[in-house]
């Protein structure tokens, strides 16, 4: 199992409590998939308000399964991908005046 820092784009508040435990709900698994050959990759996002969560679930999805297929392809392993993104929760802008 491969744990990876939180997803590019997650907009973080400044308060130190708050992006640590944002941090902790948001990130990526991969794990070999537990029913035969290939990969089962899990991203977990926090969003900034603001932002429509199933747009953004798709959008994620998409993109780390092409570049999931791309890399395995690339290093000769054309193995079957699954993408399961979840959004666990929207917090506020963090506004600075």
Do not use: F, K, Y
């Not at 997650?10 to 409590?17: D, G, H, I």
């Not at 029913?35 to 991203?43: A, L, M, R, S, T």
Request: aromatic share 2%; net charge negative; with cysteine.
């Amino acid at each position: 199992m491969v744990v990876a820092e939180p997803v590019g784009g997650v907009r973080l508040p400044s308060a130190e409590t708050t992006a640590e435990r944002i941090q902790s709900e948001a990130g990526v698994r991969t794990d070999r998939a537990p029913d035969g050959p290939g990969w089962h990759i899990e991203v977990c996002c926090v969003l900034a308000e603001g932002h429509r969560a199933l747009d953004t679930a798709r959008n994620v999805h998409n993109q780390v399964r092409a570049a999931v297929i791309s890399h395995l392809a690339a290093h000769g392993a054309p193995e079957a991908a699954t993408v399961t993104v979840t959004v666990a929760r929207i917090v506020a802008r963090h506004h600075t005046a």
